[in-house]
């Protein structure tokens, strides 16, 4: 039988005092502390408050479509049933704001936060993401991570003047590590943020580093493992992979809605009016547990992952160097320019320097990062049309 749990009435009583009386969370990030690059472009108004503005950028950049036809888990599958990037962020963005909007946070900086943290994703999932990641560091000794990557979507290759706090939110959403507590960590200015930013290239290690600097991006980075718990789990039925009974029911439940709506009081139970976001120890585990269920037997299945280590692997080696030597030759018919630089140059933005003065690995990393599965097949075959490479899909019937 499912089990959803509820808030203790104390909880409850001290929640809806709290509304009746019309006070605000002082753990809430203000409106009026926002922080941009650009001071004096996209200043707050009745109508579009900072992060509203935030959010009005992300979903009107032109890489937003792309998470529609991008890899949430499973690769090769002609399934609209089955969950890709797209439905991920919406399903991050209800929960984190039905947390926040019970501990009175700020609702439009957790959606800007939500929307654009994984604007920056490969192809084809964390694998892909690895591969990009295997590629680049051993050409230039430097770094991909995909919420690293979203940063700069959002702030070098398309300078939209996002604010410091959304920012800082995608670059420290990384859902691979779970806490019990989350504490925000205050962060200053750009200077210090670009830093990290930095350090992050330099040595992946500094990306679990990452602290969220306020509350909401703390709720932001809990709603990520939240969101993909259950879901996973119902996509891998929805698969044939494994079925649901095949996971353990502890204290957080395995079915997706059990998990977050327990999950979801939990945190709630705990957080309200405190300077951190936390769960009690009996539903950390059981949340540890649960992930590391789904890696043991979703994540590492070899229906899973073996195609895309054999062919896309490799295939996305073949491109990244065919397009590397395009870029340096300055083959204006390749896609690299007319599917990508001549693309993004379109759009009219305040850019400190030409797009093309990037470094050529980081143009031909940002164009892969920027595709979605089928693109990136698609333009493969394009590239080596007698290429024996070919891909399987698993289809509706089969």
Known sequence: MLKYETLSKETEGKIEEFRMQGQINPYAFKDEEVIRRNGERDKASLIRPPFIRDIDKIIHSPYYNRY????????????DDITRRGLHVQLVSRIARTIGRTLGLNLDLIEAIALGHDI?????????????????????????????????????????????????????HDGEMELCEYHPKPLGDFNEFDAQIENCYKDKRNVKKLTPATLEGCVMRIS??????????????RAHLIGNDKFENGAIGSYNSEIINNLIVNIIEHS????????????????????????????????????????????????????????????????????????INKIFYQRETPYL?????????????????????????F????????????????
Not at 68 to 79: E, G, H, L, P, R
Not at 224 to 237: H, P, S, V, W
Not at 383 to 398: H, Q
């Open 120 to 172: 920056g994703h490969t192809p084809f999932g964390h694998a892909g993401e690895r591969f990009l990641d295997e590629i680049l560091f051993s050409r230039t000794g430097r770094h991909f991570s995909h919420n690293i990557h979203s940063v700069r979507v959002l702030d070098k290759i398309f300078p939209y003047n996002i604010s410091l706090q959304t920012l800082n939110g995608i670059a420290a």
């Open 224 to 237: 990520d493992i939240i969101a993909y718990l259950g879901k996973d789990r119902q996509d891998a039925e």
């Open 357 to 381: 003065d990037t470094d050529p690995d980081q143009i031909v990393v940002d164009y892969i990062a920027s595709m979605t599965d089928d693109y990136f097949i698609d333009l493969y075959a």
């Open 68 to 79: 529609a036809d991008k890899t949430q888990v499973f690769s090769f599958y002609k399934n």
């Open 272 to 343: 309200f009016l405190k300077p951190y976001i936390k769960m009690d120890e009996e539903h950390f585990e059981a949340l540890k547990k649960a992930k590391a269920d789904n890696y043991n037997l979703i994540y590492k299945n070899d229906k899973v992952q073996s195609e895309i280590d054999t062919v896309i692997k490799p295939m996305m080696k073949e491109v990244y160097e065919k397009l590397y030597v395009d870029l340096i030759k300055e083959n204006k018919r390749s896609p690299i320019f007319t599917h990508h630089s001549n693309y």
């Open 383 to 398: 590239l080596f049309p007698e290429s024996d490479k070919k891909i399987i899909y698993t289809g509706y019937f089969d």
